[in-house]
């Protein structure tokens, strides 16, 4: 507990320093509210669109790394709003890349592309609730993970437990020369509620 109250403090004051330009003190305590969970007007939660199994078809060109928190502990809060900025950058390290990276979905099958690199999944779609279980291989062992899709304007958002992709990535070499991954594994660790995952475009 001691290492996620240094963590959540540490990005804090990270947000205070980058928040510097706010344009009033009145701009910053706005700003920090917003992440501790208070608000000054009721926003309405907006419904959730899923794809339908026709709309998955096609190829779909990854655009961006994405995490959410649907808990509402203050200091996890504070500590995933400046994990969301370090992310991109930790995918291109991971050799993803917006615009060039893909996946071709085909029937219950999945080909994802990166670079010269491919692998092929398989999946099952539950269109009722966005939800994909896919089947895979990650070093020769089988893995299987499943996701929340959703859609809107044309992209599409698919969600994973963060635990469960930190698993995996945890036995990355990548994960055990970066101290930054292994900071973001530590608050995963902690909190429920945390998924990661990407948005997509349409070819």
């Known amino acids: 507990m001691k290492r996620v109250l240094f963590i959540a403090t540490f990005l804090l004051a990270t947000l205070c320093q980058q928040s510097a330009k706010a344009q009033s003190f009145g701009d910053l305590l706005k700003g920090l509210s917003g ?7 009721q926003t309405q939660v907006e419904k959730p669109v899923f ?11 990854y655009t961006d790394p994405e995490v959410t928190y649907e808990g509402n502990d203050p200091l996890a809060s504070i500590a995933i709003s400046t994990v969301k900025g370090q992310v991109p ?28 690199k491919k692998a092929k999944a398989s999946y ?20 299987i993970l499943t ?26 070499s990548t994960f055990k ?16 509620g945390i998924k ?7 070819k």
């Not at 794809?51 to 060109?61: D, F, H, S, V």
């Not at 020369?177 to 429920?192: C, E, F």
Request: charged residues 20%; hydrophobic residues 40%; glycine residues 12%.
């Open 35 to 41: 992440l501790l969970g208070g608000t000054t007007t």
């Open 89 to 116: 950058s930790l995918a291109q390290k991971y050799g993803v890349v917006s615009g060039r990276d893909y996946a071709i979905v085909k029937g219950s099958k999945i080909t994802l592309v990166s670079g010269d």
């Open 51 to 61: 794809p339908t199994e026709k709309e998955l078809i096609g190829t779909w060109i």
């Open 177 to 192: 020369k970066n101290s930054t991954l292994q900071m973001i594994a530590g608050v995963i660790a902690n909190y429920q």
């Open 196 to 202: 990661a995952g990407a948005t997509a475009r349409k």
């Open 147 to 172: 996701g929340h899709l959703t859609i809107k304007d044309g992209m599409i958002t698919i969600l994973f437990d963060a635990k469960e992709v930190m698993a995996i990535l945890s036995e990355t």
């Open 124 to 143: 099952t779609y539950i269109p009722s609730t966005g939800k994909a279980i896919i089947t895979g291989e990650h070093n020769g062992q089988k893995i």
